[in-house]
C-alpha cells in the first residue's frame, strides 16, 4: 500500500528530510527520489522533501519495483497533469475562470494548483484547488477576487506626483506676498502703489499694473 502526505522539516513522523538522513537501509529511484526503511515492512520516501510516501507490507526489490512505474510530484507534473481539470472546477455562483494568468504549485496542507487570471468580464480572480495524486481528483477549495494592484500603483503615483506641484504653489504664493503687500488693483482710479519697503507710487491708471 501507498499513501502520499506533505513533509514537515522537523523530527515527526512527516519529517522528510531528518528521516532520509538518519536511514541507513535507502535507495535512490531514477527521478531522484529516496527511500528509507522506517520499520521492519514500512519505507518513506521523498521527491525535493515536499510530498513524502510510505509504503507497507512491501520487500525492499518489490518496492523498487514499484518506484521505477511511478512518476514523483514536482511543480512541471503538477501543472501539466492536473491543468485542465483545475480549470474546469474554478467556477462557483460568483465568478468562473475565463483565462489563466499564472499557476501555482502549493504543497501545505496537501497538494494544491492555485490558478491567478480572470472572468470573462474582466474581473481579477484567485482559485484554489486541491489535488489527490493517489486518485487523480482536482477538487475546488475557493474563489475570491484578487485586487487590482496596478491600478492602485498607479493611483499612489499620481498622488505622489501631485504633491511636488502643490508645494510649487505655495512656494508661489509665498513669494508674491513678500514682493508686494497689496492686494490685486481695482478698476478705480487712480491706483496707488504701496511698496512692502515703506514707499508708495501713484499711476493715472488702475490698468498700469507691475507685478
Known amino acids: 500500500m501507498l499513501t502520499f502526505f506533505a513533509c514537515t522539516d522537523d523530527t515527526s513522523a512527516t519529517g522528510c528530510k531528518n528521516a532520509i538522513k538518519k536511514g541507513t537501509d535507502k535507495f535512490t529511484g531514477v527521478d531522484g527520489d529516496v527511500w528509507v526503511k522506517t520499520s521492519a515492512d514500512k519505507w518513506m520516501g521523498s521527491n525535493a522533501d515536499r510530498i513524502g510516501y510510505t509504503a507497507s507490507n512491501v520487500t525492499k526489490a518489490q518496492l523498487q519495483d514499484i518506484v521505477r512505474s511511478l512518476s514523483f510530484v514536482n511543480d512541471t507534473s503538477v501543472t501539466s497533469t492536473y491543468l485542465a481539470d483545475a480549470k474546469g472546477v474554478c467556477t462557483d455562483p460568483s465568478y468562473t475562470l475565463k483565462t489563466t494568468e499564472k499557476t501555482t504549485v502549493s504543497y501545505t ?19 484554489t484547488t486541491t489535488i489527490d495524486p493517489t486518485t487523480a481528483k482536482v477538487t475546488l477549495k475557493n474563489i475570491i477576487k484578487t485586487a487590482n494592484k496596478k491600478t492602485e500603483e498607479k493611483k499612489d503615483n499620481k498622488e505622489e506626483e501631485k504633491k511636488p506641484e502643490e508645494k510649487k504653489e505655495e512656494k508661489k504664493s509665498t513669494d508674491d506676498n513678500e514682493t508686494n503687500s497689496d492686494p490685486a488693483p481695482s478698476l478705480v482710479k487712480p491706483y496707488t502703489f504701496k511698496s512692502s519697503k515703506g514707499y508708495s507710487i501713484i499711476y493715472p491708471s488702475s490698468n498700469i499694473w507691475f507685478q
Open 109 to 127: 496542507n496537501g497538494l494544491s494548483l492555485v490558478l491567478d487570471g480572470k472572468t470573462e468580464d474582466g474581473t481579477a480572480i484567485t482559485c
